[in-house]
């Protein structure tokens, strides 16, 4: 079966270079959900889209945008890098509305790091 | 608001059953489970309601008492498989899931 496909999977930036990490979620999902994971800590949420509107918004920096686009996919963008962006990006999406009845489907990351 | 969890680890052997909990400080409509192993992405266990339902998974197995805001995930003689970590993720309102910090399992042999 067809599972969240992140790209690239692996990163290497600069600081104060740019990064555009992309998702493609399971066909039919409209939901999309982007997660922070530093070394050892816990998935932190950044953001979510529903029918290609923000639907929610954490603690994703001001120098980070997103968009989910007209096929679903969506795209995070990653502005003056720091190091502290150092982290494994998760995508994750759901069918429907999401929460709280639609489980969470995970993509296997795009592992950054900035140098 | 994020769900605190305990205990941060644990180590059994095969066999062996565990109780992991997640507690919030917040009214939750729903909790959910996802295991996560090194260097993998978390992969989801299940997901408790309200109405205090317990749900299963194999041998694992988890409540929900919405009234104390906790969840309980049960291993039940846990397999070498059940090693990783754990994340409870609770949501407080619509497309947010705020995970905890997890629980580590070990299972040795």
């Known amino acids: 079966a067809a599972g969240v496909i992140q790209s690239p999977r692996h990163l290497i930036k600069e600081k104060r270079e740019t990064a555009t990490l992309k998702c493609y979620p399971i066909p039919r999902h409209d939901t999309v959900y982007w997660y922070q994971q530093g070394p050892g800590q816990d998935p932190q949420f950044l953001i979510s889209?529903?029918?290609?509107?923000?639907?929610d918004k954490g603690s994703i920096p001001d120098r980070f945008s997103a968009q989910q686009f007209s096929d679903y996919h969506s795209e995070l963008n990653m502005s003056s890098l720091e190091l502290g962006d150092s982290a494994l990006y998760f995508c994750?999406?759901?069918?429907?509305?999401?929460?709280?009845?639609?489980?969470?489907?995970f993509g296997s990351g795009t592992q950054l790091s900035v140098l | 608001q994020q769900p605190v969890q305990s205990p941060q680890a644990v180590i059994l052997r095969e066999g062996e059953d565990a109780v992991i909990n997640c507690s919030s400080s917040k009214a939750l409509y729903s909790v959910h489970w996802y295991r996560q192993k090194h260097g993998e992405a978390p992969v989801f266990l299940m997901i408790?309601?309200?109405?205090?339902e317990q749900k299963g998974h194999d041998k694992i197995s988890a409540s929900f008492n919405e009234k104390k805001q906790q969840s309980s995930l049960y291993l039940t003689a846990s397999q070498l498989s059940y090693s990783g970590t754990y994340f409870c993720?609770?949501?407080?309102?619509?497309?947010?899931?705020?995970f905890g910090k997890g629980n580590q399992v070990v299972v040795i042999p």
């Open positions: 994750a999406s759901s069918l429907g509305t999401g929460l709280p009845n639609e489980k969470l489907f």
């Open positions: 993720g609770t949501e407080e309102r619509d497309n947010r899931l705020a």
């Open positions: 408790l309601l309200k109405g205090g």
């Open positions: 889209f529903y029918e290609k509107m923000q639907s």
